[in-house]
């Protein structure tokens, strides 16, 4: 029987109907196909998620999805979308996850939600919910093709709710503006955005979209009352009215020296990296959900100030953690400081002998510890350090133990058989197979339930 699993697995056919015949013949799928301690952390519930509905827990309403059916909150890319992220033809697998099957776009490959447009509540399940700093939404123009592999080119923003750095979960429900000039099938792209790590969830959510509603075509009212609430030599701090509209203002459109520089979704705005002693015009449209867009506001003019030292020091870095440690590393990541000109880098500091010391610096918010002693106790801080070299008030202090030293295994090869029992070692974690198989070269199957386990 385990060659008829290994059959299934490389032709991907995980149907309601072979993964029956799996689970018994394993013996070890549960009720529920998403682990509890998987690597990746979250999902759309509702409306469902491409991912969700390849899961038996949702329906299993999307077939021959290869294993991402096991976890569809592992999604996980770089995060800076649109400039960044999963490469086009490649979003909805979030670059390639799991054979890159989720990519696959006809007419009638995937299930649809029926949605009417307007205002849509949107639930994300999170199995580790990270420190957050935003969620964005997306769909698909008028007109897209949906034979066609998703690119950015295909897709608009309609909403974004920013987040104060805490817990995703302390925000579980969204309520997005979804258009109701289009009908008929459309996907819409979810991203979380992680504060502590530098990754981003990407989910789509394929729907057919029914409206009858008559083409919104009244644009917003004139964004009035900007004016500069903060200048310095580098930076200028804006601010206005709110806009009105017939049915909902998304967002406003920033012009600076009549060129658009950025848009956001609400009544403020700080441009920055600018010169001093300089003159800059600023004026504001707003857009509605349907994308009609107000006349430009009345033009303010601001002058930077006299470019003087800069004293002022970053913001302190929080959530200090480790998202992995093993007997010899600890895997620190952090939420970026903030500073009135820009953080430079960060400087990472280790307990020793009693005293902290300056142990590495990092242009990011990450940095992997390694060469450490196992089942030791260990102690980190972090400082930002900006552009002009002030230091920020430390992290709160970090400790974390590393694990004990267990017996030396190989690391799993992808491509090489294994026998029930088999322990191998990959990304820093031992892993039991749960069966007998032969491996393909699939990067993806030591994360399948089917085969292996954590120890």
Same mark, same amino acid.
């Given at each position: 029987?385990?060659?008829?699993?290994?059959?299934?697995?490389?032709?991907?056919?995980?149907?309601?109907?072979?993964?029956?015949?799996?689970?018994?013949?394993?013996?070890?799928?549960?009720?529920?196909?998403?682990?509890?301690?998987?690597?990746?952390?979250?999902?759309?519930?509702?409306?469902?998620?491409?991912?969700?509905?390849?899961?038996?827990?949702? $329906?299993?309403?999307?077939?021959?999805?290869?294993?991402?059916?096991?976890?569809?909150?592992?999604?996980?890319?770089?995060?800076?979308? =649109?400039?960044?992220?999963?490469?086009?033809?490649?979003?909805?697998?979030?670059?390639?996850?799991?054979?890159?099957?989720?990519?696959?776009?006809?007419?009638?490959?995937?299930?649809?939600?029926?949605?009417?447009?307007?205002?849509?509540?949107?639930?994300?399940?999170? &199995?580790?919910?990270?420190?957050?700093?935003?969620?964005?939404?997306?769909? &698909?123009?008028?007109?897209?093709?949906?034979?066609?592999? +998703? *690119?950015?080119?295909?897709?608009? =923003?309609?909403?974004? #709710?920013?987040?104060?750095? @805490?817990?995703?979960?302390?925000?579980?429900?969204?309520?997005?503006?979804?258009? !109701?000039?289009?009908?008929?099938?459309?996907?819409? +792209?979810?991203?979380?955005?992680?504060?502590?790590?530098?990754?981003?969830?990407?989910?789509?959510?394929?729907?057919?979209?029914?409206?009858?509603?008559?083409?919104?075509?009244?644009?917003? @009212?004139?964004?009035? $009352?900007?004016?500069?609430?903060?200048?310095?030599?580098?930076?200028?701090?804006?601010?206005?009215?709110?806009?009105?509209?017939?049915?909902?203002?998304?967002?406003?459109?920033?012009?600076?020296?009549?060129?658009?520089?950025?848009?956001?979704?609400?009544?403020?705005?700080?441009?920055?990296?600018?010169?001093?002693?300089?003159?800059?015009?600023?004026?504001?449209?707003?857009?509605?959900?349907?994308?009609? #867009?107000?006349? /430009?506001?009345?033009?303010?003019?601001?002058?930077?100030?006299?470019? !003087?030292?800069?004293?002022?020091?970053? *913001?302190?870095?929080?959530?200090?953690? @480790?998202?992995? *440690?093993?007997?010899?590393?600890?895997?620190?990541?952090?939420?970026?400081?903030?500073?009135?000109?820009?953080?430079?880098?960060?400087?990472?500091?280790? /307990?020793?002998?009693?005293?902290?010391?300056?142990?590495? &610096?990092?242009?990011?918010?990450?940095?992997?510890?390694?060469?450490?002693?196992?089942? &030791?106790?260990?102690?980190?801080?972090?400082?930002?350090?900006?552009?002009?070299?002030?230091?920020?008030?430390?992290?709160?202090?970090?400790?974390?133990?590393?694990?004990?030293?267990?017996?030396?295994?190989?690391?799993?090869?992808?491509?090489?058989?294994?026998?029930?029992?088999?322990?191998?070692?990959?990304? $820093?974690?031992?892993? /039991?197979?749960?069966?007998?198989?032969?491996?393909?070269?699939?990067?993806?199957?030591?994360?399948? +339930?089917?085969?292996?386990? !954590? #120890?």
């Amino acid at each position: 029987m385990n060659n008829r699993l290994l059959k299934q697995l490389q032709n991907m056919k995980m149907n309601k109907k072979s993964l029956g015949a799996v689970a018994l013949t394993a013996g070890i799928i549960g009720t529920t196909l998403i682990p509890q301690n998987a690597y990746a952390h979250g999902f759309v519930e509702k409306p469902s998620s491409r991912s969700a509905l390849c899961s038996p827990t949702y $329906g299993a309403l999307n077939v021959n999805c290869g294993s991402v059916m096991y976890e569809p909150q592992s999604l996980e890319a770089p995060k800076g979308f =649109p400039q960044a992220g999963p490469v086009d033809g490649q979003i909805a697998s979030a670059g390639g996850k799991f054979g890159g099957i989720l990519d696959q776009q006809t007419a009638n490959r995937w299930f649809k939600n029926t949605m009417t447009g307007g205002e849509n509540t949107f639930t994300w399940k999170y &199995t580790a919910p990270h420190l957050t700093s935003k969620w964005h939404y997306y769909i &698909t123009k008028k007109g897209w093709d949906p034979n066609k592999a +998703l *690119t950015r080119a295909d897709l608009e =923003p309609i909403g974004t #709710v920013q987040h104060d750095g @805490s817990a995703a979960s302390n925000h579980l429900t969204h309520k997005i503006n979804v258009p !109701t000039d289009r009908s008929g099938y459309h996907v819409i +792209l979810a991203v979380w955005d992680v504060a502590d790590t530098a990754n981003a969830f990407y989910n789509v959510i394929d729907v057919n979209l029914i409206n009858d509603v008559k083409p919104d075509i009244e644009a917003p @009212s004139i964004p009035n $009352g900007i004016q500069a609430q903060k200048v310095t030599a580098n930076s200028i701090e804006l601010a206005w009215n709110a806009s009105t509209d017939n049915v909902g203002v998304k967002g406003y459109q920033i012009f600076r020296n009549g060129e658009m520089i950025d848009t956001v979704p609400g009544t403020h705005f700080i441009d920055k990296k600018l010169q001093p002693s300089t003159e800059y015009s600023y004026t504001v449209k707003a857009i509605d959900v349907a994308g009609n #867009v107000s006349k /430009e506001s009345a033009a303010l003019t601001v002058k930077t100030t006299v470019e !003087t030292p800069d004293t002022e020091a970053p *913001t302190q870095p929080k959530g200090l953690h @480790s998202m992995g *440690t093993t007997a010899s590393s600890v895997d620190l990541m952090w939420s970026p400081s903030d500073d009135n000109i820009g953080v430079d880098h960060y400087d990472i500091y280790r /307990e020793t002998e009693g005293s902290l010391k300056k142990i590495a &610096t990092s242009n990011t918010t990450s940095y992997m510890d390694k060469n450490l002693l196992p089942n &030791t106790t260990y102690k980190y801080v972090v400082k930002a350090v900006d552009v002009a070299g002030n230091e920020s008030v430390q992290s709160d202090i970090f400790t974390i133990t590393t694990k004990t030293e267990s017996a030396s295994y190989e690391e799993w090869d992808a491509k090489k058989a294994y026998e029930k029992g088999d322990r191998v070692l990959h990304e $820093g974690k031992v892993y /039991e197979a749960v069966q007998s198989y032969q491996g393909n070269g699939d990067p993806n199957w030591i994360y399948a +339930l089917s085969l292996w386990k !954590t #120890v």
